[in-house]
């Protein structure tokens, strides 16, 4: 007993100052562009408690390991029990002191390359100390004040006592942010609604619009009963803003999420389409493969009938989230997506499995859960699928492998050469791009062909009866002038550029609109569509009047586009990039310089051209534009 308690308490201190030192790093201090100071503290606190829950599992493995040693040498149990702890203490010393080194390094931005001769130098300087005795026994004894007779107990009984009053005050939390749901009234609406969104998706690798390889024939068979927008924009450059703007209406700016494990501001909790869409009498579902998009859709309220929590990583991961759930209950507090992917992370670095095993959910389970939540809602819904592929890494099923690239150039780019190639890569890489992106293209096969397989057994069931069906993404993926992937301040058109194809009931023919518009039309569009007035929150503009019509409209319409990773939620935005794109132009706005650059739609792929010099009164228009669209950013001369 005396032995397990000073193993758990040597746990706890080792794991506990080890995470103090992850939160020190800067952790804690990105958690404040998003969250308030409370949900910060409360953030670190649930870190350490879980830290000291390990270190006590930690502690009890090991005494359970020694365990048969001593009672196999009773006569001198006592002596190696000491011998234990002392051990333990060492590997401790060593290991902590390690890891602060790496953390020290890391403040002071040292170079890489001096990392292997410091952490040479510190496993010589201990093992020399060690042989030492006087400095072998300040190492040894260094840890005492854990060990007495009465504080490992303690720490224990401490430990348990605050993990069950975060488990009673996450429990008491969520009783009083639960947000209000919106009523149901009496009789259903005749239509239904269908929003499928694909995660990385650039149109312009899509043979609908226009790539000579054939990845899309599924989506192009459906375009062809169908009205195809060919100058649609993602409002951001990954996944939560632009996810938090199809739901909204609103910009990131306005709704406040700027980061990927961002959330809508409270006040605007309830202002979303799927809120708006219920009071109007819809029954109302999702199914994302995406966490960051599932937890933000989370977060917004409860106006979903059925929102189904996927599991994201299969295996040992969800066991023991789902084993810990009493400790990341969804109060509205704090953020689960954060306490997810640390425990994801924790788990794959310690198994030594790839960091985005998270982010893998297959297209066609994807559709088989939309399913499933299709089969359980009434007619009259609003359902939304998100699928997660072809967002990296991109693996396509065995069907499409080998259809656009050889399969002996398969290379592991995202370990080999993913860091290199940002935030930009140099010209003479571009040979390795090409590589990628036909990969890229066989994975958007492998979703189209999952698609295909979904629309015709809904087709089958009766369930696409009356009802209009939207296909779009969240945003693009580049591999082309020096941008590769997505994430870019740079606003490069292939990042946030994509596909908008709208089908209503009634529709036989094919249509393609060139009307420039971005994120924000998509719920205005559903709500005029569904025959509801849109709310005054909402900013943008519908496009449902361009079903009925033909034409290019390459100048008609403005879509903005914005980039505010490094800024907080909670302050008008000062960094970053804002884009706008007229049809024709890209205009850049670099809020920290407040320079532009102007980018003919052509040349938008290249994220260094910039043709202000000589088309200046277009360049002066295009960033009035944005001062006007978004008065709260800064201006200067």
């Not at 029990?81 to 002191?97: K, M, R």
């Not at 299709?374 to 065995?398: K, M």
């Not at 569904?530 to 909402?538: N, R, V």
Request: hydrophobic residues 45%; proline residues 5%; glycine residues 6%.
């Amino acid at each position: 007993m005396s032995l397990w308690l000073r193993a758990m308490s040597l746990g706890i201190v080792a794991l506990v100052f080890a995470e103090a030192l992850m939160l020190a790093r800067g952790k804690a201090q990105g958690w404040s562009f998003y969250l308030t100071a409370s949900e910060v503290g409360f953030e670190v606190i649930v870190r350490i408690l879980v830290s000291a829950l390990l270190g006590m599992a930690l502690g009890s493995i090991y005494t359970a390991i020694l365990a048969p040693v001593l009672w196999r040498f009773n006569s001198a149990r006592e002596r190696l029990a000491e011998w234990a702890i002392e051990i333990a203490v060492v590997l401790i010393v060593f290991l902590d002191s390690r890891l602060a080194l790496t953390s020290l390094m890391k403040w002071f931005h040292a170079g890489a390359r001096f990392n292997p001769v410091l952490m040479g130098v510190h496993f010589l300087a201990f093992a020399i100390a060690i042989c030492m005795a006087r400095t072998r026994k300040e190492v040894v004894t260094s840890l005492d004040g854990f060990l007495g007779e009465k504080m490992p107990r303690r720490m224990a009984i401490a430990t348990l006592v605050a993990l069950s009053a975060l488990v009673a005050a996450e429990f008491a939390i969520s009783k009083t942010t639960a947000n209000a749901r919106a009523p149901l009234v009496s009789q259903r609406p005749k239509s239904n609604f269908l929003l499928i969104t694909f995660d990385a998706l650039n149109a312009e690798d899509m043979s609908v619009y226009g790539n000579k390889l054939a990845t899309t024939p599924n989506i192009d068979a459906f375009a062809q009963k169908a009205t195809v927008f060919t100058n649609f924009y993602s409002a951001s450059t990954f996944t939560t803003p632009s996810i938090a703007t199809m739901l909204t209406g609103i910009y990131p700016s306005q709704s406040g999420v700027h980061q990927l494990q961002g959330r809508v501001r409270a006040q605007h909790a309830q202002q979303n389409l799927p809120h708006v869409m219920r009071a109007a009498g819809y029954a109302t579902g999702a199914f994302l493969s995406n966490p960051f998009a599932y937890y933000l859709a989370k977060s917004l309220g409860d106006d979903y009938d059925l929102l189904p929590e996927p599991t994201f990583q299969k295996g040992g991961v969800q066991r023991l989230w789902n084993a810990t759930r009493p400790l990341h209950q969804e109060s509205g507090f704090g953020c689960r997506i954060d306490e997810y992917f640390d425990l994801a992370n924790l788990w794959n670095s310690l198994a030594r499995k790839p960091y985005n095993l998270s982010m893998r959910f297959r297209p066609g389970a994807s559709f088989e859960r939309g399913r499933e939540v299709l089969a359980s809602l009434p007619d009259g819904f609003f359902v939304w699928i998100h699928v997660i592929t072809p967002h990296n890494p991109y693996l396509p099923d065995p069907m499409e492998r080998g259809r656009f690239l050889p399969a002996d150039k398969v290379r592991t780019f995202e370990e080999e050469f993913g860091g290199r190639w940002k935030p930009h890569y140099e010209p003479d890489q571009q040979s390795l791009l090409d590589e990628r992106r036909l990969r890229y293209d066989e994975f958007i096969a492998t979703a189209d062909r999952a698609f295909g397989a979904f629309i015709s057994q809904l087709d089958h069931d009766g369930k696409l009866r009356n009802t209009t069906v939207i296909i779009s993404a969240d945003h693009g993926e580049s591999f082309e002038g020096g941008v590769y992937q997505h994430s870019s301040p740079d606003l490069t058109r292939p990042v946030v550029h994509i596909p908008l194809i709208i089908r209503t009931p009634q529709q036989e023919t094919s249509r393609k609109i060139g009307v420039a518009a971005d994120q924000t039309a998509l719920a205005p569009t559903i709500l005029e569509l569904a025959g509801q007035k849109k709310p005054e929150w909402m900013v943008g503009q519908s496009l449902a009047r361009w079903l009925n019509e033909d034409g290019q409209g390459e100048v008609e319409g403005l879509a903005f586009i914005q980039y505010l990773e490094k800024n907080s939620a909670f302050r008008p935005p000062r960094h970053g990039t804002v884009g706008v794109i007229d049809g024709r132009y890209e205009y850049v706005l670099d809020l920290d310089t407040t320079k532009g650059a102007l980018r003919p739609l052509k040349e938008a792929h290249d994220w260094k051209v910039d043709r202000s010099a000589e088309d200046p009164a277009r360049a002066a228009a295009l960033r009035g534009a944005i001062y006007s669209r978004f008065p709260e950013l800064r201006r200067q001369p």
